[in-house]
């Protein structure tokens, strides 16, 4: 079992990995592609002290190398969902199931805006992660929207479990559905429902009957990935340790509120880092 697992990979991820190395847990960092952090799209940084001058996609390396020559795992995937197994958490990296002690959370500002209904229906009716859920929909009928390719893989996996599956593409172009799959144009408005449950999305003007609505999203709003995790809007909420409401989870960088900056992001990197190896030698302690 891993000691930290660090979701995300910007420099706020990558200073919470150094400084786990650094108390000798052992650590991985789920993230996707390092051009993925938005440190990558920074032309110039002249504000973060000692590197006057330096090109984002520079100092991104030079933070991952660091992290590399520390120790640290990378595995590239986009992480769904984390479950609480009571004294530690389960992390569903693209279906393989990693069991880590802490958790530090640093998937950076959280772009995704949602639409009314769709966080009060989550886990009744609402999900991210049809791989996760999909079960739950047996026989049943869903929509999927995709804001991306991944959205396909996802109606692809649940055709072969409900009555009906449509999918509500808003990129261009699809590639890869199965015939199966019904394709619908349109903007999603809202999730609809009844008794506590989703009924229908609404779709422009017009109701979608269904039992399921799954999102494939660029960007996954940070209490879908953990179930109980407190935000504030989209950002979650931390202690001055960066510890949120959940035991054992920290969260560091943009993902915990402004000023955007790097500096903040490293030093919330090293203080969850900080935090999640007191905890766990916490533990140890008790443990004996
Ligand atoms: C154009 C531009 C210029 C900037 N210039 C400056 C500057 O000069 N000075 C300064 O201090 N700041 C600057 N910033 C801001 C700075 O880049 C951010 O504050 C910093 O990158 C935040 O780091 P982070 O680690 O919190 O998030 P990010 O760097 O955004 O990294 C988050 C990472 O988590 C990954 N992720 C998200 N969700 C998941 C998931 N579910 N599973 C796996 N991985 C996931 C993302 O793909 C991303 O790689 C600039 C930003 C931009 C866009």
């Known amino acids: 079992m891993l000691d930290v697992a660090i ?8 200073s919470a990995a150094v400084n786990c190395r650094q108390r000798n847990k052992s650590v991985c960092i789920f993230g996707r592609s390092l051009d993925s952090s938005l440190l990558f799209a920074a032309e110039k940084v002249d504000n973060y002290l000692g590197l006057p001058d330096i ?6 390396n030079r933070f991952y190398a660091h992290a590399v020559k520390n120790g640290v795992e990378f595995k590239e995937c986009r992480i769904k969902q984390i479950l609480s197994m009571g004294e530690h958490y389960m ?14 959370l640093a998937m950076g500002l959280s772009k995704s805006k949602g ?9 009744k009716g609402v999900s991210y992660c049809a791989t996760c859920d999909g079960m739950l929909y047996r026989g049943k009928k869903v929509a999927v929207i995709g804001e991306n390719e991944e959205g396909e893989a996802e109606a692809n996996f649940l055709a072969d479990l409900c009555r009906e599956v449509i999918y509500i593409p808003l990129y261009q172009p699809v590639v890869n559905l199965k015939e199966t799959v019904m394709v619908k144009e349109g903007k999603p408005k809202a999730v609809c429902g009844e008794d506590g449950r989703v ?7 017009e109701e979608l009957a269904c039992d399921g609505i799954f999102f494939a999203k660029n960007s996954t709003p940070p ?17 001055r340790n960066m510890a949120t409401n959940l035991p054992g ?27 999640a190896a007191t905890e766990i030698d916490r533990r140890e302690r008790e443990k004996k």
């Open 199 to 205: 009924v229908a999305l609404e779709l422009d003007g």
């Open 7 to 14: 979701i995300g990979g910007g420099p706020a991820a990558l």
């Open 55 to 60: 090109g984002g996609e520079e100092m991104l």
């Open 223 to 239: 209490e879908s990935l953990l179930f109980g995790l407190q935000t504030d809007g989209k950002n979650i909420l931390v202690d």
């Open 249 to 275: 989870v920290y969260a560091a960088g943009d993902c915990t509120g402004a000023p955007y900056q790097i500096a903040k992001a490293v030093g919330e990197g090293l203080v969850a880092a900080l935090s």
């Open 91 to 104: 992390i569903n990296a693209d279906n393989e199931f990693i069991e880590a002690k802490t958790i530090i």
């Open 115 to 123: 639409i009314p209904g769709e966080m009060e229906y989550l886990g």
